[in-house]
């Protein structure tokens, strides 16, 4: 069995990290095509909310909830998107898409058909995550 890609994601791409919380790790997607897109992740292995003792599954959506309140208020989104699948990926971790009405895909899920990835050069992946910490501190 291979490794769990979130497991090592924080070590793996140090260059999109944007904080470590008391419960998750925070990281920009590398594909910008929703410019906002940001993982939250659990910093330990589990799959399923229901595995979490209600006080860590607590502090976990408050986590969350802080993240999506910052990405709101510095992207200003039509709507925020929580997604927390974990079909392909068995760890808990949601996608936090600033969804707007002039994207392409609007309103259907960010995964209803296939798009060409937006790469931000080094600086600009800086400069967004240096936002994104601002608004969350």
Same mark, same amino acid.
């Given at each position: 069995?291979?490794?769990c890609?979130?497991?090592t994601k924080w070590?793996?791409?140090? !260059?999109?990290?944007?904080a470590?919380?008391?419960h998750?790790? @925070?990281?920009?997607?590398?594909d910008?095509?929703?410019?906002?897109?940001t993982?939250?992740?659990t910093?330990e292995? @589990?799959?399923? #909310?229901f595995?979490?003792?209600?006080?860590?599954r607590?502090?976990i959506?408050e986590?969350?909830? !802080?993240?999506?309140s910052?990405?709101?208020t510095l992207?200003k989104?039509?709507k925020?998107?929580y997604? #927390?699948?974990?079909?392909m @990926?068995?760890h808990?971790?949601?996608?936090l @898409?600033?969804r707007f009405?002039s994207?392409?895909?609007?309103?259907?899920?960010i995964?209803?058909?296939?798009h060409?990835?937006?790469?931000?050069?080094?600086?600009?992946?800086?400069?967004?995550?240096? #936002?994104i910490r601002?608004?969350?501190?």
């Amino acid at each position: 069995m291979s490794p769990c890609p979130m497991c090592t994601k924080w070590h793996d791409e140090p !260059a999109l990290r944007i904080a470590e919380l008391e419960h998750t790790l @925070v990281m920009l997607n590398r594909d910008q095509f929703f410019p906002g897109y940001t993982f939250v992740f659990t910093k330990e292995h @589990v799959t399923e #909310l229901f595995h979490l003792d209600r006080a860590i599954r607590q502090g976990i959506m408050e986590e969350v909830t !802080a993240v999506a309140s910052a990405l709101y208020t510095l992207f200003k989104p039509a709507k925020m998107n929580y997604e #927390l699948l974990g079909n392909m @990926v068995p760890h808990m971790h949601w996608h936090l @898409v600033p969804r707007f009405a002039s994207d392409p895909l609007w309103p259907r899920p960010i995964w209803s058909e296939p798009h060409g990835e937006v790469i931000l050069s080094d600086g600009e992946y800086v400069g967004r995550i240096e #936002l994104i910490r601002k608004q969350l501190a």
